[in-house]
């Protein structure tokens, strides 16, 4: 009981609980599309996401870029790209809200403790704005390319992202998500300086794991494990004390599995 | 020199009658000589605390702004003076201990001793003691070659001694930190002051003792550390060390006396006499020499801090260490445990002139920072400077004064004192190299006596505490009761240290 309420008492419960609501959402929206006979297309988590946000949206163009989406079409309006937005937020906020726990501990830590959470939410939304643009403009637009439906695209993206892992550019970034900023107490300074933080570290984030990122996006079922495996490679990127070592291991997984990948490209 | 029991006694350098200075700068020219591979060699001894050039075997090993700190520094310092004893060779004396330097005790003690300033020995040989790397004189004060004293302010253990516990930050040993990061920034209260302070005053701008990187080349170094070390043995005679298990069980290498790597954890060497054998003058009893007279109470302004008593009936050293993420209640854990009841508004560019910040108490923790700051509640108020960075240490040790008033007397200056911060390791820290994080560093001091003590309670009614910093100087030798801290007209152009926020927090 006092366990517990030590875990309760903490400044950043209710972000880690928001977490893992998001990865309930996402699981449950699986089976869901499972159930519906989503299995049968494959992806069919992201499928399964999206008719959850759908129902959420509720909107005849959401449901027509559900059906645009899913049936691989070359057409990509604006309209449909929005319509995912939800379903790509949520799949930002339980993959990358986990990873940048530290930085939330930061900014509820620092801040005056009657604005911690709202502090908080104002790192969050900066943070996730980052995710949120990267995932509509650029996974958005590739997922609905036509060529990166195609068998190569998979491994192509894990070879790219095994490649990334071993630049200085992503050391250097691994590096910058654990870098502070200046966290003013009070008033719109305190907002912009939650804010700021949040985008910085956001764009860190972005730099460091848009490769792993994008190979996710194009991965088919099922997409949910993958989902969770990326989150534990980037957690521990991330939450590691010599990040460049684990990097070039990470390396090596997704070396591996760009390898298996291929070998399974090549059956089919 | 050896007690009954054989165990060997470091004693105090200004109580040396003996010719141990001698033989110390005899080993020290021996092992200059030495090839730099050859781990006993002076350089492969200086680089394992940490160097510029490509590092060998265990090169770079030192811990700073950790819990860990004080631990390594005792194993360093003890196979280095096994290394220096047996440099000596056979004419050397078999119980030769290194002495420590103790400048607490002020004065001319608060100065080099002599045998470390001149370039040459008697008889005009190099002295291998010197070095020419250190505080150069300035501003119309001495250099440290030139015999200038460091002020009490900086050589003070009192705020460290005063500490009931040793996890945390504004606690005796430092906060828990990695065991392989060489800077990390939970500098407790002993590391900052007189560690930290002590090396960037006698290294100054660009000498050895202020970059981590060079300053175990200093032959002073060892003695300081020497000091330090004796430092943590008379606070362990009344308090407890961490008891948990990944402090106690950490291990650190190093080399012997032949070259052999060896291991040691932190739990294998708490007790000097047992683990160790070798303990102080002062802890020594009657038989060890005592140190000599005390030095010319005119050196002497009251104690600058009035060190905390821990609060009845608290268990000493009873921390239970949850990891930097935790959320235990332990009083006097520091910054990680605490919320924030007030912060500066704005930035704060310290070049070597004195600056003043203002922080804010909201109208909604104003009770809050009242009543944690009396005597009968047992939370305590923190003072933290925080996110401090800048690319150069510029050698300056500032005072951190608490609602200070204008023109200050000695007096008042010491009331109103709450600690220093000096910037020991801020290259290496901001920009690590190898695989280890960067990050900025920052300072944790108890103040909630210090408020209570200089403002019966009404001091921050006004809505604010106001934080100055003000740089130390060192002191003439020629000039006793010279003021420690520098006067705005010998402000100089430093490179610039920046600190991002000052805020306090309760626990």
């Known amino acids: 009981m006092q366990t517990l309420w030590a875990i309760r008492r903490r400044p950043t419960f209710w972000v880690e609980a928001a977490a893992a609501a998001a990865w309930a959402a996402l699981a449950a929206g699986s089976v869901l599309a499972w159930g519906g006979g989503g299995a049968a297309q494959g992806a069919a988590l992201t499928h399964g996401a999206l008719w959850i946000c759908t129902l959420g949206v509720g909107g005849a163009s959401a449901a027509s870029a559900h059906v645009t989406a899913a049936s691989g079409g070359a057409s990509v309006s604006a309209a449909s790209l929005l319509a995912a937005a939800p379903m790509w937020a949520l799949m930002s906020g339980a993959m990358m809200v986990p990873t940048a726990m530290p930085a939330v501990r930061h900014v509820a830590v620092h801040s005056l403790y009657w604005r911690r959470r709202r502090a908080t939410v104002e790192f969050l939304l900066a943070y996730l704005a980052v995710w949120l643009a990267f995932s509509v403009l650029v996974l958005g637009l590739l997922t609905s390319w036509a060529p990166a439906q195609s068998q190569p695209a998979l491994p192509i993206a894990l070879a790219v992202a095994a490649l990334w892992q071993l630049t200085p550019y992503k050391w250097r970034a691994l590096r910058a998500c654990h870098r502070p900023s200046r966290l003013p107490p009070r008033g719109w300074q305190a907002t912009a300086g939650a804010l700021r933080f949040g985008l910085l570290n956001g764009s860190a984030c972005l730099a460091s794991c848009w490769a792993i990122m994008t190979a996710v996006a194009l991965t088919g079922s099922p997409a949910l494990l993958w989902m969770a495996a990326a989150t534990v490679l980037i957690c521990l990127e991330k939450l590691n004390l010599k990040p460049r070592a684990t990097a070039r291991r990470v390396a090596i997984l997704l070396a591996a599995t760009t390898l298996a990948a291929t070998a399974a490209t090549l059956i089919a | ?507």
């Open chain 2, 1 to 507: 020199m050896v007690n009954d029991s054989g165990v060997l006694i470091r004693r105090e350098v200004r109580s040396l009658t003996d010719d141990t200075l001698q033989w110390y700068a005899k080993a020290v020219w021996v092992m200059k000589q030495r090839q730099p591979t050859d781990p006993t060699s002076w350089w492969y001894q200086a680089g394992m605390h940490g160097s510029h050039e490509a590092p060998k075997e265990l090169f770079n090993g030192c811990k700073h702004g950790s819990w860990y700190f004080v631990a390594w520094h005792r194993m360093y310092v003890y196979y280095f003076e096994r290394i220096v004893r047996a440099a000596m060779g056979p004419p050397g004396p078999k119980d030769w201990a290194l002495p420590y330097w103790n400048y607490g005790r002020n004065g001319e003690f608060a100065s080099i001793p002599d045998a470390f300033r001149s370039p040459t020995e008697q008889g005009g040989n190099e002295n291998p003691l010197y070095v020419e790397k250190r505080r150069r004189p300035s501003g119309g004060r001495p250099g440290i070659n030139e015999g200038a004293i460091l002020p009490p302010q900086i050589t003070t253990d009192a705020v460290a001694m005063g500490r009931p516990q040793f996890v945390g930050t504004a606690e005796f040993g430092g906060g828990e930190a990695p065991p392989n990061e060489q800077f990390w920034n939970q500098t407790g209260r002993r590391e900052q002051t007189p560690h930290n302070d002590v090396h960037v005053s006698v290294g100054g701008s660009g000498g050895w003792m202020t970059d981590p990187d060079e300053a175990a080349k200093d032959p002073i170094f060892w003695l300081h550390h020497s000091n330090i070390d004796r430092i943590w043995a008379e606070w362990n005679a009344n308090h407890s060390d961490p008891a948990q298990a990944e402090w106690l069980n950490q291990p650190f290498e190093f080399f012997d006396e032949h070259g052999h790597k060896v291991t040691k954890t932190c739990g294998e060497v708490l007790d000097t006499v047992a683990d160790l054998g070798y303990t102080y003058d002062v802890l020594a009893g009657p038989e060890a020499e005592q140190p000599a007279a005390e030095p010319p109470k005119a050196e002497e302004p009251p104690a600058p801090e009035t060190p905390a008593q821990p609060p009845a009936g608290e268990p000493v050293g009873a921390g239970s260490g949850s990891g930097s993420g935790g959320s235990g209640s332990n009083p006097g854990r520091g910054y990680a445990e605490g919320k924030v009841v007030a912060a500066s508004e704005n930035k704060v560019t310290l070049t070597g002139s004195k600056e003043a910040v203002p922080v804010p108490i909201p109208d909604r923790s104003h009770e809050e920072v009242l009543e944690a700051s009396r005597a009968a509640d047992p939370r305590h108020l923190y003072l933290n400077i925080e996110d401090i960075e800048g690319e150069k240490n510029p050698g300056t040790v500032y005072g951190v004064y608490v609602n200070l008033p204008e023109n200050p007397d000695e007096k008042t200056l010491a009331e109103h004192h709450a600690g220093n911060i000096s910037f020991f390791g801020i290259e290496r820290a901001r920009n690590p190299r190898g695989d280890e994080h960067g990050h900025n560093l920052r300072a944790s001091m108890d103040v909630g006596e210090l408020l209570r003590s200089i403002g019966d309670g009404q001091e921050y009614r006004d809505g604010q505490v106001k934080v100055t910093f003000l740089p130390l100087s060192v002191i003439s030798p020629e000039g006793p009761g010279e003021e420690a801290f520098r006067p705005p007209e010998e402000a100089t152009d430093e490179p610039p240290v920046h600190i991002g926020r000052v805020s306090l927090t309760v626990d």
